[in-house]
């Protein structure tokens, strides 16, 4: 799960700390616009968090934070694919919608899977050290990939980090149905 959070963290970090630059190479805007671009996606990530949460007690926290973490990704990947400002806001709203999937649940998972109470402190700080890390690596690997890729696919270099955090938590969903198979055998 560490290497989850660490992963999406750093999709997350990138998106949000490179994206002035995005704006200025990818889409031409000017340093304000672009920076701006981030704005509605904050609003949106504030109204999405308490659905995430309710849903999540009713379909479980692994399911929806996976399926945030997906359309994370595939939001961003079609704001790449679009490349204009409008597709770029709308990209970051609806990807912040399935990063509060992930953002509402990160903790509480790890706290699941404490072995008693007295280790939550631990085991939160073990969030915000895979968090916090993320957050410092991901604006440079996706600055790396820019290299590679350019502005113009920033966000789809972000959703790449992103699917990889999916693939992470989709073997934890397996790993818990294996280990809940072995003992109803």
């Known amino acids: 799960m560490i290497l989850a959070i660490l992963l999406f963290g750093c999709a997350w970090a990138a998106s949000r700390a490179l994206v002035t630059p995005y ?15 981030t704005l509605p996606s904050g609003v949106v990530f504030i109204v999405a968090a308490l659905p995430a949460a309710l849903l999540s007690e009713r379909v479980g926290r692994l399911r929806v934070m996976a399926l945030g973490m997906a359309l994370f990704a595939a939001s961003l990947t079609a704001g790449a694919l679009v490349n204009s400002p409008a597709a770029a806001a709308v990209a ?22 404490a072995p008693s109470a007295r280790v939550f402190g631990t085991y939160t700080g073990l969030y915000t050290v895979g968090w916090a890390s993320g957050g410092f690596l991901g604006p440079a ?10 502005w113009r696919f920033m966000l789809a270099d972000a959703a790449l980090l992103a ?12 790993l818990r149905r294996r280990a809940g198979a072995a003992r109803a055998l």
């Not at 704006?23 to 671009?37: K, V, Y």
């Not at 690997?141 to 350019?150: K, P, S, Y």
């Not at 699917?163 to 397996?174: D, E, F, K, S």
């Open 92 to 113: 970051l709203s609806v990807g912040a919608v399935g990063a509060s999937g992930f953002l509402v649940n990160g903790a509480v998972i790890l706290w699941n899977l």
């Open 163 to 174: 699917t990889l955090a999916v693939g992470v938590v989709l073997r934890v969903i397996a």
């Open 141 to 150: 690997l996706v600055g790396a990939m820019v290299e590679v890729t350019g």
């Open 23 to 37: 704006g200025m190479e990818a889409l031409g805007l000017s340093r304000g616009a672009a920076g701006g671009l």
